[in-house]
């Protein structure tokens, strides 16, 4: 399946902005199952500098610094993707979580080491006995790692309430939990701070979903913005993506931008500015077949 993806994200500000510097993670990865066939990146006022670079992850990253007086800032982002997914994994094959998690305590394999250091705390995400307790009902003793996780993406799901008013990118996770309300990326950082609370190696994806416009079509929870969800480690299967806010492991209408261990280190467009007084921002995502 191919796609075009438009990412465009405008800034107003009710002062003129001086100097502004940013980084942009908007160029989709190439991965074993997704190729990346174009890009392009238009930035207004053009900037005086303007740099790509991989980050610790590998997620492309453009750094760029505007240093004229400016009202605004457009930042548009065009891609061409293809998806080539395989065989879906069979959850009820995968090895016990138990296990998975003694390998990751020691790990002996390059494969192993990489996946290790997706398992300790991050800005955003804390292990705790709370999400090591919410994570208990799915991970029972012996179950296929996969098979747990679908469990627990389904209770995500069924147990939380899609609000995009309830929570900002500070609400701590013990908020999250108690409330069972949020968005997108605080049930990637619920399930990441299950997982790692038990030992497991997770980590935060960043990307789009499929734009449906068609009245008849079911359009996922999360589409027309940057959407997330997460990727579990399990050996022999490597690195599995499941999506707790529409209850579904990604497949043809997910495409990957950039993975980390959580927000922080994947937002779309972060950075400074000297001026600006409030702002206004405006996000707006079509993901549509080609």
């Not at 074993?32 to 590998?58: C, N, T």
């Not at 908020?175 to 997982?195: I, K, N, P, S, W």
């Amino acid at each position: 399946m191919n796609y075009r993806i438009r990412h465009r994200t405008i800034y107003e500000y009710s002062e003129p902005v001086t100097v502004s510097h940013h980084a942009a993670r908007v160029k989709p990865r190439t991965t074993p199952v997704q190729h990346r066939e174009g890009w392009d990146l238009r930035i207004s006022p053009k900037p005086a500098v303007r740099k790509m670079r991989s980050d610790y992850f590998g997620n492309r990253v453009c750094f760029f610094s505007v240093q004229e007086l400016h009202a605004s800032l457009e930042i548009e982002a065009e891609s061409v993707v293809r998806l080539m997914p395989g065989l879906p994994p069979s959850p009820e094959q995968s090895p016990p979580w138990s296990e998975v998690v003694t390998m990751l305590r020691e790990p002996v394999s390059s494969e192993t080491l990489e996946a290790h250091q997706f398992v300790f705390e991050s800005p955003h995400v804390r292990p705790s006995p709370e999400l090591a307790a919410y994570a208990a009902t799915s991970f029972t003793a012996g179950r296929p790692l996969l098979e747990a996780m679908l469990d627990l993406n389904r209770r995500i799901h069924e147990e939380f309430t899609f609000d995009a008013e309830a929570t900002t990118v500070a609400t701590p996770l013990e908020e999250v939990l108690e409330r069972r309300r949020g968005v997108c990326q605080d049930f990637t950082h619920l399930a990441l701070g299950c997982l790692r609370s038990i030992g497991l190696a997770a980590r935060y994806v960043s990307g789009y979903l499929r734009t449906y416009r068609s009245e008849e079509a079911k359009q996922l929870v999360g589409a027309d913005a940057s959407h997330a969800w997460l990727s579990v480690y399990c050996p022999g299967y490597g690195w599995v993506d499941f999506d707790p806010t529409n209850n579904l492991m990604p497949e043809f209408e997910h495409i990957t931008v950039a993975y980390g261990r959580d927000f922080s280190e994947v937002s779309p467009v972060s950075g400074i500015i000297v001026g600006g007084g409030k702002h206004r921002v405006n996000v707006a995502v079509e993901v549509t077949p080609l």
